[in-house]
């Protein structure tokens, strides 16, 4: 099961992400649930640091996990980007409920 851990201010603004594991839907190059997980997780970080240019701690696993955390004061600049990309997790949580799980983490 994948496992995507958002993380969250005490007001609840978003910050982040931690996302771990193995849809297992499919095998290995034909795992649907997994492509888009990974696909909308690259482009989070991407529009993330790479064209709104904010400062992030980034990492890309080799096992396939991503993690991005921005500083709060980033939280409003990022806060669309991210809201988008929790929605797309919860809809792919709806859709899939074996294979990803969506969670919160108060930072």
Same mark, same amino acid.
């Given at each position: 099961?994948? &496992?995507?851990?958002?993380? @969250?201010?005490? &007001?609840?603004?978003?910050?982040?992400?931690?996302?771990?594991?193995?849809? !297992?839907?499919?095998?290995? *190059?034909?795992?649907?649930?997994? /492509?888009?997980?990974?696909? /909308?997780? +690259?482009?989070?970080? $991407?529009? #993330?640091? !790479?064209? #709104? &240019?904010?400062?992030?701690?980034? %990492?890309?696993? %080799?096992?396939? *996990?991503?993690?991005? &955390?921005?500083?709060?004061? +980033?939280? $409003?600049?990022?806060?669309?980007?991210?809201?988008?990309?929790?929605?797309?997790?919860? %809809?792919?949580?709806?859709? +899939?409920?074996? $294979? #990803? @799980?969506? %969670? +919160?983490?108060?930072?």
């Amino acid at each position: 099961m994948i &496992k995507v851990d958002f993380f @969250t201010d005490d &007001k609840g603004l978003l910050l982040g992400f931690d996302m771990y594991g193995h849809a !297992e839907y499919d095998e290995h *190059g034909q795992d649907i649930v997994c /492509a888009a997980v990974s696909s /909308a997780a +690259y482009l989070t970080i $991407n529009m #993330i640091s !790479e064209i #709104i &240019k904010i400062p992030a701690d980034i %990492n890309v696993k %080799n096992t396939g *996990g991503m993690y991005l &955390k921005i500083k709060e004061d +980033y939280a $409003n600049l990022c806060r669309d980007i991210l809201l988008g990309f929790k929605l797309h997790m919860l %809809n792919l949580e709806e859709q +899939y409920p074996q $294979n #990803i @799980t969506v %969670n +919160y983490m108060e930072v």
